[in-house]
């Protein structure tokens, strides 16, 4: 049985910073690539990181660019997202994800090519 689970969700101040941190178990954590994706109330869930089985290529959504940084630990089977500068308009639930290891990508095609999501955890930015 495959496993996702995120967590470090919490509520910050716009400028403060959080990391996010996924494990997911009963697969083959070296063999696949995975990502985050958000969901605000009353929108769309876009994806917002991905990075490749490999850890060699990374993707990021135009408005977190420069701001968030994504990375996997193979040996912790731990992927990680660190946001900094955060914005109010960064609120939402994040949700991680394992997609195919040529599967990294930010499009909003990339929703359809999910093969497990964990359970969100919420990050919520003050003004």
């Known amino acids: 049985q495959v496993q996702v689970v995120e967590s470090g969700g919490g509520l910050v101040q716009a400028g403060g910073s959080l990391r996010l941190s996924c494990t997911a178990s009963g697969l083959n954590f070296v063999g696949v690539s995975m990502g985050w994706f958000r969901q605000a109330p009353g929108k769309e869930r876009e994806g917002v990181s991905c990075i490749t089985f490999n850890g060699r290529s990374t993707y990021y959504v135009d408005s977190v660019k420069g701001r968030f940084t994504i990375s996997k630990d193979n040996a912790k089977y731990t992927l990680y997202l660190e946001m900094s500068s955060l914005k109010p308009e960064d609120t939402a639930r994040y949700y991680c994800?394992?997609?195919?290891?040529?599967?990294?990508?930010?499009?909003?095609?990339?929703?359809?090519?999910?093969?497990?999501w964990g359970q969100g955890t919420q990050v919520t930015v003050s003004s």
């Open positions: 994800a394992v997609v195919g290891y040529a599967d990294c990508s930010v499009s909003p095609s990339s929703l359809g090519r999910v093969n497990y």
